[in-house]
């Protein structure tokens, strides 16, 4: 079994969703309709090639991340190579907060 950590902020998180949110106005509610839901998962190897997709079309529009593109390159190739059949995910919210519920979804390759 192959393990990995990530770990983010809140204020990061915050600031790409309004990032992808002034980008992609039309896939976003706004946010009084905002269930207090958070699904968090890993990309498929598909979802990873459509991501660098998109980043070919758009980069020369749209603001990514240092290094986006490289980075789901090195997804692919992971994945790629070590063919999980099954990716889960593990969240541990701190502090803990009872305001948003967070939910993990597993990836089958």
């Known amino acids: 079994m192959i393990?990995?950590?990530?770990?983010?902020t809140k204020k990061h998180l915050e600031s790409e969703l309004s990032t992808s949110r002034d980008q992609f106005p039309m896939d976003y509610e706004s946010m009084p309709f905002f269930a207090g839901e958070l699904?968090?998962?890993?990309?498929?190897l598909t979802q990873i090639e459509s991501a660098m997709r998109a980043y070919d079309l758009f980069h020369g529009h749209a603001p990514y991340p240092t290094d986006y593109r490289d980075m789901l390159a090195t997804a692919w190739s992971w994945m790629y190579a070590n063919t999980p059949k099954r990716?889960?995910?593990?969240?541990?919210?701190?502090?803990k907060s009872s305001s948003v519920r967070i939910l993990t979804e597993s990836v089958q390759i």
Do not use: A
């Open 87 to 95: 990716v889960d995910v593990t969240v541990s919210v701190m502090p």
């Open 39 to 44: 699904i968090v998962g890993v990309m498929s």
């Open 3 to 8: 393990e990995g950590v990530i770990t983010t």
